[in-house]
């Protein structure tokens, strides 16, 4: 069970909004940065966030980022089937002297 | 541009020691900014960060493979490698290695992949 929480899945249709959030704890989101990333089907993971809401160059103003205490939440808007893929949450858990990853979220776009 | 590939063997009998390398190209292992590591991803599963290491030392490890893995940096052959022992059916992965962009952990994020490679543990 991973220490940061996603929900298995969202999906959405294409042109909509779609949220995915990341729970954790004061012990990880709460003070560190928090990074996501984009896993397209068969490739190695891609930064799509980082520092809580800074986009590599690259990276569309579609993906977003809105963090809140001990959650953060990554916004796509108009979404293409191309955003079909994992989506993955990570930061530093000072408890744990660890990177933890979340769990992972699945996004369909139908 | 840095980039990173993976190597080593596909298949790794149970009990036995993972060991893989990563060549960096395009740029010096030994850059002041990064942290270089590997995260492992089980058939159908997340991901896991296994450690990191600085090219001088300092390095991180997860704590639940803590007692079996070992990440070290060879500045002369631009590569940094990984040694998982005691394997398992369980450490069956794919196996990325990663830089992480930042000398301070708490601001860590993986920046540059491999392509990933994957290793079977069976006898």
């Known amino acids: 069970q991973s220490v940061l929480t996603q929900p298995p899945s969202v999906s959405a249709a294409p042109g909509q909004k779609v949220t995915i959030s990341c729970s954790g704890s004061?012990?990880?989101?709460?003070?560190?940065?928090v990074s996501w990333y984009q896993q397209l089907p068969g490739t190695a993971p891609k930064v799509l966030i980082y520092?809580?809401?800074k986009r590599p160059s690259g990276i569309p103003d579609r993906f977003s980022v809105s963090k809140s205490g001990t959650s953060a939440t990554l916004g796509i808007t108009g979404l293409r089937t191309g955003d079909e893929a994992d989506y993955y949450c990570?930061?530093?858990?000072?408890?744990?002297?660890?990177?933890?990853f979340g769990g992972g979220t699945k996004l369909t776009v139908l | 541009q840095l980039q990173l590939q993976e190597s080593g063997p596909g298949l790794v009998k149970p009990s036995e020691t993972l060991s893989l390398t990563c060549t960096v190209s395009?740029?010096?292992?030994?850059?002041?900014?990064?942290?270089w590591g590997w995260i492992r991803q089980p058939p159908g599963k997340g991901l896991e960060w296994i450690g990191s290491?600085?090219?001088?030392?300092?390095?991180h490890y997860n704590p639940s493979l803590k007692s079996r893995v070992t990440i070290s940096v060879d500045t002369s052959k631009n590569q940094f490698s990984l040694w998982l022992s005691s394997v398992t059916a369980a450490d069956t992965a794919v196996y990325y290695c990663?830089?992480?962009?930042?000398?301070?952990?708490?601001?860590?994020?993986?920046?540059?992949w491999g392509r990933g490679t994957l290793v079977t543990v069976s006898s």
């Open positions: 990663a830089n992480a962009n930042n000398m301070i952990p708490a601001r860590w994020y993986f920046d540059l």
């Open positions: 395009g740029g010096s292992i030994s850059s002041s900014s990064y942290y």
């Open positions: 290491v600085y090219y001088s030392g300092s390095p």
């Open positions: 004061s012990s990880n989101i709460g003070n560190n940065y």
């Open positions: 520092d809580n809401n």
């Open positions: 990570g930061t530093w858990d000072y408890s744990l002297s660890a990177w933890v």
